[in-house]
C-alpha cells in the first residue's frame, strides 16, 4: 500500500502434438526498463486527483474537483477507475471524505464525515452497495481481502469484515501510525522505544515481530505477503533510504541509499516503489526495484514533481503535474515475449526448437542465453542444450537424439539486465524421453 502526508499528518494510502506452436511466457518480471511500458494518463484536465491505490485493474483515488470544508476538516470525492472497461465511478455522493481510499479486490473502504456520523465506509463494487463499519471512528485505513487496519486515539486497529472482530494491535503504551495490512499481516510504527520502529502482528497467532530496533526513526512501512518496506532515517532526516525486510527468510535489502531522500515506498510481488529526490528537491521522480534480480528503474522521466507511487503487481500508478492539472498515471511493468515451437522429424521424433525472446516494445532481445530443458514429470527438470539468441531476438535447439513422451520448455537464465525466464510447456509423444547425451 502506498503512504502519503495528508494535512501534515502521515496517511495511509492506500503487474498439440508435434507441429509448430507458439506459446507466450509468463517469467519473472524484473524492475528493468527493457520491460517496462509506455506512460497513461489515467486522469486529465483541470484540478486535483492523487492518492492512487491499485489493486488489479482498478485505481481508488481522491478527486478534489468539489472541495469543502466539513467539520473543520477538508473533504472530497473518492472515485475508483476500472483500467478494464474504462469506467469511472463516483462512491461518495456528496464529497464528505477526509481521508485517501483503500481498495482489494472488489472493496474500498475510506473514512468519511458524511451526515454528522464520522466512520470508515466500505464499498463493494460489484454489489453496488455501501456502508458504514461497525468499528472506531478512525483514519489512515488501508485494506487487504477481508482484513482493514486503520488508525484510532493514538493505536493500530484491525477488523475482520467476515467476523465483525475488530482489536487493538499496537500497545496502549506506545503512540502507533501508519500502518498496512497484507492477508494475516499488520504492520506499522510505533514509539515505544523512544523513536520510531516498525512491528508486525500476525493476526492469525498474535505473534509481534519487531522489523527495526534501531536509534534513528524507521516510518512509512508497507507490506506484501511476507516482504515489510520502510524509510530509513539513519543517515539523518534529509538522507532518507528504503530498506526491505523478508520475514520468511529474514534477508534485509538496502533498496535505495542514494545521497538524498528516498521516501513513500509502496511493495508488491517483490517490487518496491518510492519517491526519490536524487535528482533534486524540485524534481522528486519514481524508482522501482526488484528484490529477485536487484535491478532498478526510473519510472518517471520528465521534469518536475512526481509522487505517491501504488503497486499492484505490475502496475505503477502515481501522481503527476506533467501537462494541465494534477493528475494519475501508470506504467505497467510487463513480461517479454518468449515463443516456443517445435518441429518433428520423419521418424516422430523432435527435430528442432525454435522461437523468439522481445521485451516489451516489441525490441528482440540479443546474446541471450536460454537453455533447453526436459522433464518426465513436470517436476525434475534436465538441461538438454544450450542457445544463444541471434540479432533478430531469435534462437534455435537442433536436438534430433529427443524422443518419447514427456515435457520440454525454454528457460532464460536471466542477467542483471533481463530477466529469468520459462516459456509454456509442451508434451512429448511417445513411450519416454529416451535421450540423456545433453549436458544437465
Given amino acids: 500500500m502506498a503512504r502519503e502526508f495528508f494535512r501534515g499528518v502521515v496517511r495511509a494510502v492506500l503487474a498439440a502434438g508435434l ?33 492512487p491505490s491499485v489493486s488489479g485493474h482498478r485505481v481508488a483515488y481522491v478527486d478534489h474537483a468539489d472541495d469543502r470544508m466539513l467539520a473543520g476538516l477538508t473533504s472530497f470525492d473518492i472515485r475508483v477507475l476500472d483500467l478494464a472497461t474504462g469506467r469511472d465511478r463516483l462512491l461518495t455522493p456528496e464529497p464528505t471524505a477526509t481521508g485517501p481510499a483503500s481498495i482489494s479486490g472488489d472493496r474500498v473502504v475510506w473514512p ?71 492477508g494475516n499481516l499488520v504492520v506499522w510504527q510505533d514509539d515505544r522505544g523512544g523513536d520510531l520502529d516498525i512491528y508486525a502482528r500476525n493476526l492469525a497467532t498474535g505473534v509481534e515481530t519487531v522489523v527495526t530496533d534501531d536509534p534513528a526513526d524507521q516510518s512509512m512501512s508497507a507490506v506484501d505477503d511476507d516482504v515489510v518496506v520502510w524509510q530509513d532515517a539513519s543517515n539523518g532526516p534529509n538522507d532518507l533510504d528504503i530498506a526491505a525486510l523478508d520475514l520468511r527468510t529474514g534477508t534485509r535489502t538496502a533498496v535505495a541509499d542514494e545521497a538524498s531522500s528516498q521516501f513513500m515506498p509502496d511493495v508488491s510481488d517483490g517490487r518496491v516503489v518510492w519517491m526519490d529526490e536524487r535528482l533534486g528537491h524540485g524534481n522528486t521522480e519514481i524508482y522501482a526495484y526488484d528484490l529477485a ?37 501508470q506504467r505497467v511493468l510487463t513480461p517479454p515475449q518468449l515463443s516456443i515451437s517445435l518441429a518433428s522429424d520423419p521418424d516422430g521424433g ?54 518419447g ?14 530477466p529469468e525466464g520459462v516459456s509454456r510447456t509442451l508434451r512429448l509423444p511417445g513411450p519416454g524421453i529416451v535421450s540423456a547425451n545433453a549436458p544437465r
Avoid: K
Fill in 405 to 418: 513422451s514427456g515435457r520440454i520448455r525454454v528457460r532464460a537464465p536471466g542477467s542483471p539486465e533481463y
Fill in 112 to 182: 468519511d464525515r458524511g451526515a454528522g456520523d464520522p466512520g470508515i465506509w466500505l464499498a463493494d463494487l460489484d454489489a453496488g452497495t455501501s456502508r458504514r463499519l461497525d468499528v472506531h471512528p478512525g483514519d489512515n485505513v488501508t485494506l487487504s481481502g477481508t482484513r482493514l487496519c486503520y488508525e484510532y486515539d493514538g493505536r493500530v486497529w484491525a477488523a475482520d469484515l467476515r467476523t465483525g472482530r475488530d482489536t487493538a494491535v499496537s500497545p496502549a503504551t506506545a503512540t502507533a501510525s501508519s500502518c498496512d495490512v497484507s
Fill in 350 to 403: 523432435l527435430a528442432a526448437v525454435s522461437g523468439f525472446i522481445y521485451d516489451v516494445h516489441g525490441v528482440p532481445v540479443v546474446s541471450a542465453d536460454l537453455v533447453l530443458e526436459t522433464s518426465a514429470d513436470g517436476r525434475l527438470w534436465q538441461g538438454r542444450g544450450m542457445a544463444t539468441t541471434a540479432g533478430d531476438g531469435s534462437y534455435t535447439f537442433v536436438v534430433p537424439e529427443i524422443r
Fill in 293 to 329: 534480480s536487484d535491478i532498478e528503474t526510473r519510472v518517471t522521466t520528465a521534469e518536475g514533481w512526481s509522487g505517491d507511487p501504488a503497486i499492484s503487481g505490475g502496475r505503477i500508478v502515481y501522481e503527476d503535474v506533467t501537462g494541465r492539472g494534477h493528475n494519475l498515471y
Fill in 19 to 51: 507441429c509448430t506452436a507458439a506459446l507466450a511466457a509468463v517469467p519473472p518480471v524484473p524492475a528493468s526498463a527493457d520491460w517496462l511500458g509506455a506512460q497513461r494518463a489515467l486522469t486529465t484536465g483541470d484540478g486535483i486527483r492523487q492518492w
